[in-house]
């Protein structure tokens, strides 16, 4: 099995991983999506179907010039295999993962500390987090950070 149907197939799980767990240790929860209670909470549901991640996603990929494809594992395929510069690519990727993390990390803070953020607000701090990022490969490969942050910052 190849690297990335590795990383697929973890990704699959996410969602159903946490309430598994907790169902195994013979506590009661359901698996009624907790952000707005209308479906099951699947991979799905949380990253694409949702419209408060559609909304952060969106943004983003408008930012970072991708198309905002919601739905998987359409979007997967075309970030992976989009035919366009390396650095525009490379920050599409960057852009749907810090996405993920945003959407996964208002999802439990939902869930355990009741703690609500606007998706304005998400968005602004996943921004600030992808130019971080860039920032982070200047060392090891300044051409590619430096084209990457032009595409981020000019659009
Ligand atoms: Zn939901």
């Not at 992976?80 to 803070?109: D, F, H």
Request: proline share 4%; glycine share 2%; net charge positive.
């Amino acid at each position: 099995m190849d690297k990335d149907q590795d990383k697929r197939r973890a990704f699959d799980k996410l969602p159903h991983l946490v309430s598994n767990r907790i169902l195994s240790l013979g506590l009661q929860t359901n698996s009624i999506c907790i952000l707005c209670n209308l479906a099951d909470e699947t991979r799905d549901h949380l990253f694409f179907d949702w419209n408060f991640s559609s909304m952060i996603w969106e943004a983003l990929a408008r930012k970072a010039r991708c198309s905002p494809i919601s739905t998987c594992p359409q979007l997967l395929q075309y970030l992976q295999q989009r035919s366009c510069p390396k650095p525009e690519r490379i920050l599409g990727l960057l852009t749907w993962q810090v996405a993920m993390y945003y959407t996964w990390t208002e999802r439990n803070s939902r869930l355990h500390r009741q703690c609500y953020r606007s998706s304005n607000s998400i968005t602004v701090s996943a921004a600030a987090m992808i130019r971080n990022k860039i920032s982070s490969f200047r060392d090891s490969n300044p051409r590619l950070a430096s084209a990457m942050f032009q595409l981020w910052v000019s659009s």
